[in-house]
């Protein structure tokens, strides 16, 4: 049994403004039958351009015959731009609050006054008069606008929220992801961080075959190419432990068998990449 308060039973038991207007200035629908709620709101304008009537008709439970009733209550006398102001979350104080369940009905009565003051600026009697604006959950026909309205003005931060609210993803439940992130961009949410990636063992830990490897690549990658430029080569001989044995080639060679270290250069930058400060680099 749902915990309401006096004012949303008084409303519902007594509802204020039930009925039709003749010729209306603006009327607005929202909802379908098909939902399980439906509500459609009429008002006219006096001279001075304020709210002189308002009238509604509801298909729905006892929130929304409630929040229907008050909203029109609490619109009457004013001009559309104060109506235009007025949330779903200003309905649900009016009303003393209402079950988080059922703050979809107090939303309800929001769009329906926007599709109103809409049908009477335009002559268009749908609520959304976005571009762009994506259907997240056809169950209930919830655009992502709506969603992001409902978000920012009720200061949501579930998905569960979003649902009481907008009624978005409480049916097949297959837009519950696409609303996690609308609510995460909102929020300003980043995306969990990939986890970093794990550092590779030490040196001294590597097999026989994954230390050659090892040593094979940064020859390839970052000796190699400085020596080709003065015509030289290196080639891996063996790996024993932490001893390298190497070969140099073409004018490496030439410059080993002279007295010259070209050899030097190799020596930290195996060190370094392999990540083994105490690496033996032996010219063979």
């Known amino acids: 049994m749902w915990d309401y308060s ?22 607005g629908e929202v909802g379908a039958l098909a939902c399980g709620d439906a509500l459609k709101l009429m008002f006219k304008l006096d001279k001075d351009g304020r709210i002189a009537d308002v009238k509604f008709q509801t298909f729905g439970c006892a929130s929304a015959i409630a929040s229907s009733s008050a909203l029109t209550e609490m619109i009457k006398g004013m001009t559309l731009e104060e109506a235009a102001k007025v949330t779903n979350a200003d309905i649900a104080k009016y009303l003393d609050g209402l079950p988080e369940q059922k703050m979809h009905c107090s939303v309800m009565g929001m769009e329906a006054l926007e599709a109103a003051i809409a049908n009477y600026k335009t002559g268009d009697t749908t609520v959304r008069q976005l571009k762009d604006d994506p259907l997240v959950c056809t169950c209930f026909n919830v655009h992502e606008s709506e969603i992001v309205e409902a978000i ?63 040593v094979e690549k940064v020859l390839e990658t970052e000796v190699r190419p400085a020596l080709a430029l003065d015509g030289g080569n290196i080639e891996l001989v063996d790996v024993d432990g932490a001893k390298v044995q190497v070969r140099f080639l073409g004018h490496c060679a030439v410059c080993i068998g002279a007295g010259h270290p070209r050899d030097r250069p190799a020596v930290p930058t195996l060190r370094a990449a392999v990540g083994a400060p105490a690496l033996e680099v032996e010219a063979v």
């Open 6 to 27: 006096e004012k949303v039973l008084d409303h519902f038991h007594h509802p204020r403004n039930v009925g039709v207007i003749e010729n209306p200035d603006g009327v």
């Open 152 to 214: 920012r003005i009720n200061k949501l931060t579930t998905v569960e929220q979003v649902t009481n609210y907008t009624k978005a993803g409480g049916a097949c439940g297959k837009c519950k992801g696409e609303i996690a992130k609308i609510l995460d961009r909102e929020l300003g949410r980043a995306a969990p961080a990939a986890p970093a990636p794990a550092a590779p063992p030490p040196f001294a830990d590597l097999s026989p075959a994954k230390k050659v490897l090892a």
